[in-house]
């Protein structure tokens, strides 16, 4: 059987970024998911000006794809422009997207730092609101998992509409 694909979209420029990508690759691929990393798809790159162009294209890409689903990280006080950028082209070509916010700041019925552009797309019907209080690792672990399990849930309820 073909496994779903999805393009994981967010900021991947920083430590934290990344980490976070990674940690959330891994437990999307153990619900069953083949996951495209964007920071990893332009990995073999040293100079740092290809490597933007890269990234750039890449995202361009699979945002275009129907090939995948993509899920946005829409987390901070506006959602990074670039992943901005991906759900709008999404929108705009009508493909499935589901995004998810873990800022702790967020209220689903006072969301005040959620970018005003990005409410316009079926919100909130597309997005996870999902305040991370952790406090341990322990906590986050566990958060992680329970994070994994609403977008495999959120896939599965866009497939079925």
């Not at 361009?60 to 899920?71: C, D, K, M, P, R």
């Not at 341990?136 to 495999?152: H, N, R, S």
Request: aromatic share 8%; glycine share 6%.
């Amino acid at each position: 059987m073909r496994k779903e694909k999805i393009y994981l979209a967010g900021p991947l420029f920083g430590l934290a970024d990344r980490a976070h990508n990674l940690r959330l690759q891994d437990l999307l691929v153990k619900l069953g998911y083949e996951v495209i990393l964007p920071q990893a798809e332009a990995a073999t790159i040293s100079d740092i000006r290809l490597y933007l162009q890269a990234v750039k294209n890449n995202c361009l890409e699979q945002a275009g794809s129907s090939e995948l689903i993509l899920v946005a990280n829409l987390d901070g006080p506006d959602a990074d422009s670039g992943t901005s950028s991906e759900v709008g082209v999404r929108q705009g070509l009508k493909l499935p997207w589901i995004g998810y916010r873990t800022d702790f700041r967020t209220d689903q019925n006072l969301e005040v730092g959620f970018n005003a552009m990005l409410q316009q797309f079926d919100y909130p019907e597309r997005i996870i609101i999902k305040p991370c209080f952790a406090k341990t690792k322990q906590e986050l672990d566990q958060f992680y998992v329970a994070l994994a399990i609403d977008i495999d849930g959120a896939i599965k309820s866009l497939k079925a509409s």
